[in-house]
């Protein structure tokens, strides 16, 4: 971002111009993602606001959604593109992201940083006090506590088919 907060996007193979400008909104950018296909743009910024843009024309889409947190670190598609994960100094919060690219729904706010998706969309893992949980997200309820974990400071999750990990940072 410059310092008016405009995005700009290269295309690796050729560095040298950008080939999208978001225009600027204020803050300056503090976290961006892109979705799965490639086709939305979530920006996290300072002030708290996310806002996903549609990464071809460089369109809103939607209305911001307003800070409900403070302390943006990041944030996340789904590895199928139908929910955002936002990350915050404390919790984190699920999304659902509309065919439009439009997030308009909070599913959940859980009490944990560390937060993966199953590579399916069903399931979202979460850390809390020594304990990996596993959240259903259609039925929006714990499914079953995974694993019992030594009291760590910092936790990272990682979700795969068959197995999830948890790694001390």
């Not at 199953?118 to 929006?140: K, M, T």
């Amino acid at each position: 971002t410059d310092t008016e907060g405009a995005l700009r996007i290269w295309n690796i193979t050729d560095a040298g111009t950008p080939c999208l400008t978001v225009q600027g909104r204020g803050p300056r950018t503090s976290t961006l993602a892109f979705s799965p296909n490639g086709h939305l743009l979530a920006a996290g910024y300072g002030d708290g606001t996310i806002r996903i843009w549609n990464a071809s024309s460089g369109s809103a889409c939607g209305q911001p959604l307003a800070p409900l947190k403070g302390g943006l670190y990041y944030v996340a598609f789904s590895p199928k593109g139908g929910y955002l994960l936002s990350g915050y100094t404390d919790d984190a919060i699920l999304w659902i992201v509309g065919s439009q690219g439009t997030a308009t729904e909070v599913i959940q706010d859980f009490p944990s940083t560390a937060v993966a998706f199953s590579p399916n969309d069903c399931f979202l893992y979460y850390h809390v006090a020594g304990q990996i949980y596993c959240w259903d997200i259609e039925e929006r309820a714990d499914v079953r506590r995974v694993l019992t974990l030594p009291p760590r400071l910092e936790v990272t999750i990682s979700a795969h088919p068959a197995r999830v990990q948890a790694v001390d940072a």
